[in-house]
């Protein structure tokens, strides 16, 4: 439970898939949460009707009150938000930032010298709680500060913990992720129409399926080539179909996929002149 206020900086779907988890969890009761926005006061008005949070006067206000601020604006509009309301903060205070691709230290050189400047990077799974994030602290994190940080974001799923450097990587493989998995899906949809099943049937076969190996692979803690050889008895059906996949490269494709798309997050970290809200997307 946390004593303090908790301010966001951004008032869009993740901001409100983090509100949800926070209450759900009991963090934070709706009194201590404050919304703000660049100008949609319509959005702000539903989320305090909705959750019976508080809205404030001005950004400015929302970080002279909060022990935790939230930036959930898209990473093109840093920028702005921190030349707004960067000399507001207060040392000690702590500055999540969910902005995919922007750097604590570039947070770090537009707020008050002193600020806990912590970074995450979740996927789109926050929007159910079973977000897979990871973050990293910036100059002025303390221990305190990250398992404050990793409460909050624990009330959308699970967390882990990188050095800044592999923040990258992480883009590549659980940013990314839910969209090879959605691709995955699709695959396997089609696959069982075109072996003869309804579409209805296919698609709820599959959800299931994929549903169930990530519960068994949570459930167990085992490991998935374990899991894998368990259900393969040689010369059946799933032997012959692991074999096509081997065969056509299944592997080293996700791996090169995920090196490429870690590559990109770097790349576009690294561009000024291509807008930093492509990354992770
Ligand atoms: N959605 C996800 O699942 C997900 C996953 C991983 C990371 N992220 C990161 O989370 C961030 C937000 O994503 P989102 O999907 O929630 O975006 P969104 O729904 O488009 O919301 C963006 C919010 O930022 C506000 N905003 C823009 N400029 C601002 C400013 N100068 N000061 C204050 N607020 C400002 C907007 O206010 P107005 O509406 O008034 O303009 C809006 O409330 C992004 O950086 C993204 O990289 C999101």
Same mark, same amino acid.
């Given at each position: 439970m946390l004593t303090g206020n908790v301010g +966001? @900086?951004?008032a869009g779907a993740i901001a409100e898939a983090l509100i949800r988890g926070m209450l759900n969890a009991g963090i934070v009761r709706p009194e201590q949460v404050l919304v703000s926005n660049r100008s949609d006061r319509e959005r702000l008005a539903y989320l305090a009707r909705r959750y019976g949070l508080r809205t404030a006067g001005s950004k400015g206000s929302v970080v002279d009150v909060c022990q935790v601020l939230v930036v959930a604006c898209k990473p093109k509009d840093v920028g702005g938000l921190l030349a707004e309301v960067g000399g507001r903060f207060r040392q000690g205070q702590i500055l999540l930032s969910l902005a995919a691709g922007i750097t604590t230290r570039y947070i770090e050189e537009r707020v008050t010298p002193g600020v806990v400047v912590i970074r995450a990077m979740p996927n789109t799974s926050c929007q159910v709680g079973e977000s897979a994030t990871a973050i990293c602290g910036g100059r002025f994190a303390t221990p305190e500060a990250m398992d404050l940080v990793t409460a909050i974001l624990g009330s959308v799923g699970q967390v882990c913990t990188v050095p800044e450097e592999q923040m990258d990587a992480v883009t590549g493989l659980s940013g990314s992720g839910p969209a090879y998995i959605y691709l995955l899906v !699709?695959?396997? /949809? !089609?696959a069982g129409e075109a072996v003869g099943l309804s579409p209805e049937v296919a698609r709820a076969l599959t959800l299931q399926t994929v549903k169930g190996a990530a519960m068994t692979l949570a459930a167990t803690g085992a490991d998935p080539a374990e899991l894998r050889e368990q259900v393969t008895s040689p010369g059946g059906t799933t032997a012959a179909g692991l074999q096509v @996949? =081997? !065969? $056509?490269? +299944?592997t080293q494709a996700l791996?090169? $996929? /995920? $090196? =490429? $798309?870690?590559e990109r997050s770097r790349e576009l970290g690294q561009a000024p002149a291509v807008p930093a809200s492509e990354v992770g997307d």
């Open positions: +966001f @900086l951004g !699709e695959a396997m /949809i !089609e @996949l =081997r !065969e $056509a490269g +299944f791996v090169r $996929a /995920i $090196a =490429r $798309a870690t």
